[in-house]
């Protein structure tokens, strides 16, 4: 890929990577390492009660652990990161340890900040961007899905129910100290989650390629995260125990959550966030239904990155022109999430057709829209993407 003359990047990736079966119970080696020793388990209720695997690593944890916070729900909300942060203080706990998906690691994130700001999330009020100014409590992070890649990234999304609005927080002091990728916990994940997962993390590496930021790094983690995912994630939908295929797609998320880290996304996550508050629709699914849209959107500006893309997914695209094989991409891109069974339009998940200005003028304001590579930023511009998903 070319790259200008004038470039000049910073690649950041401060996260310990810890892989391998059976894992998740070395959480006891890490918390040794940061010297910490009072532990608050962050999770969801359906991984506390319904499987083994909290209960795996609070055993392991032993009177290291002081509390287990188990009240994360999807798209986990302000009040939720207060009420955690709130059993976090009670407990005295010096060291966060999520275990579930985004949500829970976004939980933690949202503690960390209200610990090192000394208030509440609902005080704060808002988002925002390095909001800390110091090391804040250390996190640990145990994912038991592969998509958001959030073990490695700075940010946290955060919805404020009331407002109907996805807050972003984005800081370097809250990146997690450590991510403890063990595929033993992901094999219970239903097929339709391993699917909105696997692609939302297939989109992260495709906007850090696209982007404004791109950078040589970021772009070799995330072309070789779409190399991954398009050829695992086809093989833990077809046998959700298949230990090699959970691994490399939690490999995957977590590279391509490095690469847009630093790279940053663009239109696609403005959209799926802005839909996702709104309308309910889960982000990996969101993103899946959006981004050969974007695509098409973004095609004009970039066609030669999408065919990089479409390499790396070992597309056959020798002696085609960049517009013919970023086409060609696309297409297979939407054949591929196709062929995981999601829905692929915005109306198959309810989201009404009147309400798509709303969505777009919403979507403005986000901050993912930023370095998209393409002006996006007008209404109009974000209703007609809008609409051709619909």
């Known amino acids: 890929m070319k790259y200008s003359d004038s470039l000049n990047f910073i690649f950041r990736m401060p996260t310990k990577v810890v892989f391998g079966k059976g894992t998740a119970k070395e959480v006891p080696l890490e918390m040794k390492e940061l010297g910490v020793s009072r532990a608050l388990v962050v999770t969801d209720r359906f991984l506390y009660e319904k499987t083994e695997i909290v209960n795996d690593i609070v055993k392991a944890l032993g009177e290291a ?7 994360v729900e999807p798209d986990t909300g302000v009040d939720i990161v207060d009420s955690a942060y709130a059993l976090f203080q ?24 209200a610990a090192g700001l000394g208030k509440t999330l609902k005080e704060i009020g808002s988002g925002g961007v390095n909001l800390l100014n110091a090391p804040t409590v250390p996190h640990i992070s145990v994912p038991t899905t592969a998509g958001t890649g959030s073990e490695v990234t700075y940010a946290a999304v955060i919805k404020d129910r009331e407002k109907k609005q996805k807050l972003i927080f984005a800081d370097n002091f809250i ?8 595929p033993l916990v992901t094999v219970g994940m239903p097929k339709s989650l391993t699917a909105h997962t696997g692609l939302d993390a297939f989109t992260h590496a495709v906007e850090a390629v ?39 797609m939690l490999i995957a998320a977590c590279i391509a959550g490095a690469a ?31 981004l050969p849209h974007c695509m098409r959107f973004n095609a004009k500006k970039v066609a030669d990155r999408y065919a990089e893309i479409g390499k ?11 517009e ?35 969505a777009a003028e919403t979507a403005i304001y986000d901050g993912s829209i930023v370095n998209n590579p393409r002006f996006a930023m007008d209404p109009k511009i974000l209703e007609e993407i809008l609409q051709n998903a619909w």
Not at 217 to 238: G, M, S
Not at 264 to 283: E, I, N, R, T, Y
Not at 347 to 352: G, I
Request: net charge negative; aromatic share 4%.
């Open 175 to 182: 990146i997690p100290s450590v991510a403890i990728l063990d």
């Open 210 to 248: 696209h982007s404004n930021m791109r950078e040589p790094v970021a772009d070799a983690l995330a072309l070789h995260a779409v190399r991954l995912i398009y050829e695992y994630l086809p093989a833990a939908l077809k046998d959700g125990n298949d230990i090699v295929a959970r691994g490399q």
């Open 324 to 358: 013919d094989a970023c086409e060609e991409t696309v297409k297979a891109i939407e054949d591929f999430i196709r062929s995981t069974g999601i829905p692929t339009r915005l109306r198959d998940v309810n989201v009404p057709q009147e309400r798509l200005s709303e």
């Open 90 to 113: 009670e407990k005295g706990a010096d060291v966060i340890v999520s275990v579930g998906g985004g949500s829970s690691i976004d939980t933690a994130k949202g503690v960390q900040i």
């Open 260 to 290: 847009f880290s630093n790279a940053q996304v663009g239109v696609v996550h403005a959209l799926a966030h802005s839909v996702g508050a709104k309308f309910g629709v889960p982000h990996g699914l969101a993103n899946a239904i959006l």
């Open 312 to 322: 790396a997914m070992g597309l056959d695209l020798h002696g085609k022109s960049d």
């Open 65 to 71: 652990c002081v509390g287990v916070f188990a009240d």
